[in-house]
């Protein structure tokens, strides 16, 4: 069955060629000047930052600053942070899938940055990053409650008090590769989904053209819920007014791409499907925020 389904991917990359090329080009080039300028330092200094579990403390404070440094970096710097402080037994029992979900955001850049460039709206794309940072809290909030509390540990097995475990940190050269060569699978993905979506979009193109060519916002929006750089800059483009709350509900959900980098860091951390789950609750809750805003602000969208 596998098997099958990279048969036909491969004959449909062959036959759209040139759209498939294309969209590839376009995530190199979003990757090269948006994506890696802001990536590379953060994801330096995470390889650099201690990672240690104390016993004796609040994991809290541990969790806290890995929330911290995901809203300065985004992802998948902050999956890399999760899986550091997993990996040393800095995070709490139950805490795992709460922290995941709230260190999954995108780097603040791409509101501050990109989107306002596209967009023109410079207060507009603020909120649009404060609501992101408040859905990824809410949905951290609602995940740990699904999730319950953890089972409680025998007063036997508690009773040898267990030394701080730290990781080997590496040094300046070390942290650099390292760096490079996520960023080489982070380039990956951005380009296999790209490329998805590129070949999606001839494809409905060429079999239903009227449909495709009055339809254009809805194929924008599958765009970005495949890969939401190239994606974003496609809905501005279709929608006649700028979505702002849809625009803030997609950059949340991250897009399959995103979805792909996170999980390239914390396979051992999380299922596939629960992270996916996870990002859809944090673009319903993010969308829906800036839905209510702007509908009692509508000044912020001019």
């Known amino acids: 069955m596998g098997g099958a389904v990279a048969g036909i991917c491969l004959l449909l990359v062959m036959a759209f060629s040139s759209e498939a090329m294309e969209a590839a080009s376009q995530a190199a080039r979003v990757f090269a000047g948006g ?3 802001a990536l590379l330092p953060m994801m330096v200094l995470c390889r650099m930052l201690p990672a240690r579990a104390n016993h004796e403390r609040s994991p809290w404070r541990s969790h806290a600053a890995a929330v911290l440094f995901s809203f300065a970096s985004g992802s998948p710097a902050s999956a890399q942070r999760v899986r550091d402080l997993c990996g040393a037994g800095a995070v709490a029992p139950g805490a795992t899938a709460p922290l995941l979900a709230a260190c999954g955001v995108m780097s603040p850049m791409f509101f501050t940055g990109t989107l306002t460039q596209w967009t023109g709206l410079r207060a507009g794309c603020r909120v649009l990053l404060v609501c992101h940072w408040a859905g990824a809290l809410a949905a951290a909030g609602l995940v740990k409650l699904a999730s319950g509390h953890p089972p409680a540990v025998r007063a036997g097995a508690a009773a040898t008090p267990q030394p701080p475990v730290r990781a080997a940190r590496p040094s300046l050269p070390e942290a650099v590769t390292g760096a490079a060569t996520s ?14 979506a590129g070949v999606l979009r001839a494809l409905v193109a060429a079999l239903w053209p009227a449909w495709s060519a009055a339809h254009r916002p809805l194929l924008a929006a599958a765009w970005a819920l495949l890969e939401v750089g190239g994606g974003a800059a496609a809905v501005l483009e279709a929608w006649p007014q700028v979505p702002m709350a849809l625009l803030c509900a997609l950059c949340s959900f991250g897009g399959l791409s995103i979805w792909l980098q996170n999980l390239l860091f914390v396979p051992a951390c999380v299922r596939p499907a629960k992270l996916l789950c996870m990002r859809m609750l944090h673009g319903t809750l993010s969308g829906g925020l800036a839905l209510l805003i702007f509908t009692l602000f509508p000044g912020l969208t001019r």
């Open 183 to 196: 960023l080489l699978a982070v380039c990956g993905a951005m380009m296999t989904f790209a490329v998805a």
């Open 35 to 37: 994506v890696m300028p």
